[in-house]
């Protein structure tokens, strides 16, 4: 597993459509809001926005395009006749993406902390961050069963990416007095919530989990749909 990443994380790098979708969207998104800070209401609605959208371009979108281009071009078929099993294939591809965004996601949280004020509770902000990865992970999963190729996934990942952000930034702007279960039920807001909080004020540890829990739901949802688009062949 280690010897695919490894080549996974070169092949990434090398990829230009990817390279974008992994490292440079993700650093502008992040350069924009951090300038914006006052816009958004200061550093936790703008952590809470780096976050989403961070991992939406570097997970959501470049693991869709990844595994579909891996596929396509057979080099998925190629890794399965050998020992590994799909799992630890599967867990060689996505390393690289999971830990280049991670990286990308501390630095910039760095930056805004250095910049304004330090999350109340880094913790809870840990959890949020990564809870927030395994929901776009498993997104990506159930997305490249219906893409064909890396030129579909930049079609497939537009109705998710836009509903995950437009969520997100509905929430921070509007609070949650109002509708609040769908504000939380859709994918993006609860995670938005919740660092945006942590990060502010603070919150509780029952607030925590209520927050936690729409973004690991999300994340089962897409497992679950995996299990049913699931294909190793390129698809017509």
Do not use: C
């Not at 974008?20 to 609605?45: E, H, K, Q």
């Amino acid at each position: 597993m280690t010897a695919v990443a490894r080549a996974e994380l070169t092949m990434l790098a090398r990829n230009r459509v990817v390279a974008v979708s992994a490292l440079l969207m993700p650093l502008a998104f992040a350069v924009y809001l951090v300038a914006m800070r006052d816009t958004f209401g200061g550093g936790g609605p703008v952590a809470a926005l780096q976050v989403v959208v961070m991992a939406a371009f570097g997970v959501y979108i470049t693991a869709t395009t990844t595994l579909a281009g891996r596929r396509q071009t057979l080099f998925l078929k190629r890794l399965r006749s050998g020992a590994l099993p799909d799992r630890a294939v599967l867990a060689g591809l996505l390393l690289p993406v999971v830990g280049v965004n991670l990286a990308q996601v501390v630095v910039v949280l760095g930056v805004v902390a250095a910049t304004g004020s330090a999350p109340s509770q880094g913790v809870v902000v840990l959890a949020a961050v990564l809870a927030v990865e395994a929901m776009f992970l498993a997104l990506a999963l159930a997305t490249w069963g219906v893409t064909t190729s890396p030129e579909h996934a930049q079609v497939t990942t537009v109705p998710l990416f836009l509903l995950t952000l437009g969520a997100a930034a509905w929430t921070l702007l509007t609070g949650v007095d109002d509708l609040v279960a769908v504000k939380l039920a859709l994918p993006g807001g609860a995670a938005a919530a919740l660092v945006s909080e942590a990060w502010t004020s603070g919150v509780t540890a029952a607030r925590a989990l209520l927050l936690l829990g729409p973004t690991l739901g999300w994340a089962a949802v897409g497992l679950l749909v995996t299990r049913s688009t699931l294909q190793w062949e390129p698809r017509s």
